[in-house]
């Protein structure tokens, strides 16, 4: 485990909920592999059912289109290899209104790719949401087994960083367990909340199958009672 905390979290779990409540678990015999590329994880994610509306322009013109058809305003962020911060590395921009905006954002983003020196830089584009709560569904492997944690995510973790762990895969009912112990869905209609749950699920179902090493789904979103994945990095095992 990364943290004494996250050992006990875990082993807390098992000894309440009981583990006739989660699905057999599967074990992870092997180091970390490689990223998976931003590309590869739209994909992966449309098998899965989670909703990643992100899409690339490989040149100003394709970005200028993509913003056309999905409506201004929209975000738009750099990926690259390397996985770096995104915000703290100027690869972010928010609430672009217009094509000359836009047209601006890509140069200024591709430079800043450049001055980083980062492989292979794709720009993206995504409808710019309005965020009320965020939350982040990550996954490591520790002891030979996958964990999935839920918690806070964004700028929710900088004032109520709530965290709960389980193991992968996870049935519906440890999955709406999960969220109930951060106390973090208060403010979610049941709809949403049994939503966020069955995302859970299939995060867990996919870090099983895929052999996920790390993974971090984070800002994860509610848009009426959909839960929507804003960003995130997956690390397959070796």
Same mark, same amino acid.
């Given at each position: 485990?990364?943290?004494?905390?996250?050992?006990?979290?875990?082993?807390?779990?098992?000894?309440?909920?009981g583990?006739?409540?989660?699905a057999?678990?599967?074990?992870?015999?092997?180091?970390a592999?490689?990223?998976l590329?931003?590309?590869?994880?739209?994909?992966?994610?449309?098998?899965?059912?989670?909703?990643?509306?992100?899409?690339?322009?490989?040149?100003?013109?394709?970005?200028?289109?993509?913003?056309?058809?999905?409506?201004?305003?929209?975000?738009?962020?750099?990926?690259?290899?390397?996985?770096?911060?995104?915000?703290?590395?100027?690869?972010?921009?928010?609430?672009?209104?217009?094509?000359?905006?836009?047209?601006?954002?890509?140069?200024?983003?591709?430079?800043?790719?450049?001055?980083?020196?980062?492989?292979?830089?794709?720009?993206?584009?995504?409808?710019?949401?309005?965020?009320?709560?965020?939350?982040?569904?990550?996954?490591?492997?520790?002891?030979?087994?996958? $964990?999935?944690?839920?918690?806070s995510?964004?700028?929710?973790?900088?004032?109520?960083?709530?965290?709960?762990?389980?193991?992968?895969?996870?049935?519906?009912?440890?999955?709406?367990?999960?969220?109930?112990?951060?106390?973090?869905?208060?403010?979610?209609?049941?709809?949403?909340?049994?939503?966020?749950?069955a995302?859970?699920?299939?995060?867990?179902?996919?870090?099983?199958?895929?052999?996920?090493?790390?993974?971090?789904?984070?800002?994860? $979103?509610?848009?009426?009672?959909?839960?929507?994945?804003?960003?995130?990095?997956?690390?397959?095992?070796?």
């Amino acid at each position: 485990f990364c943290s004494a905390e996250e050992a006990a979290n875990v082993l807390l779990r098992l000894r309440k909920v009981g583990l006739e409540h989660i699905a057999s678990p599967v074990f992870c015999d092997r180091g970390a592999g490689r990223t998976l590329g931003i590309e590869e994880i739209i994909e992966l994610f449309s098998r899965y059912g989670i909703e990643f509306p992100i899409a690339i322009a490989h040149d100003e013109q394709e970005a200028v289109s993509i913003a056309g058809v999905i409506g201004y305003p929209v975000t738009a962020k750099i990926y690259s290899e390397e996985g770096v911060h995104k915000a703290k590395s100027g690869l972010i921009e928010f609430w672009i209104r217009r094509e000359d905006e836009l047209r601006d954002a890509y140069h200024r983003l591709m430079s800043r790719a450049v001055e980083l020196s980062l492989s292979n830089p794709l720009f993206t584009i995504s409808r710019q949401f309005n965020i009320s709560a965020e939350f982040t569904i990550g996954s490591f492997s520790s002891l030979q087994t996958h $964990i999935i944690m839920f918690g806070s995510g964004g700028s929710m973790v900088e004032f109520c960083n709530r965290k709960a762990y389980s193991i992968s895969p996870m049935s519906m009912e440890e999955a709406s367990r999960l969220i109930s112990d951060t106390n973090l869905s208060n403010a979610l209609s049941a709809n949403a909340t049994s939503q966020l749950a069955a995302l859970l699920v299939n995060c867990s179902r996919m870090i099983a199958e895929q052999h996920v090493h790390e993974m971090d789904i984070n800002p994860i $979103i509610v848009e009426g009672d959909r839960p929507v994945a804003l960003d995130a990095r997956v690390r397959l095992c070796a």
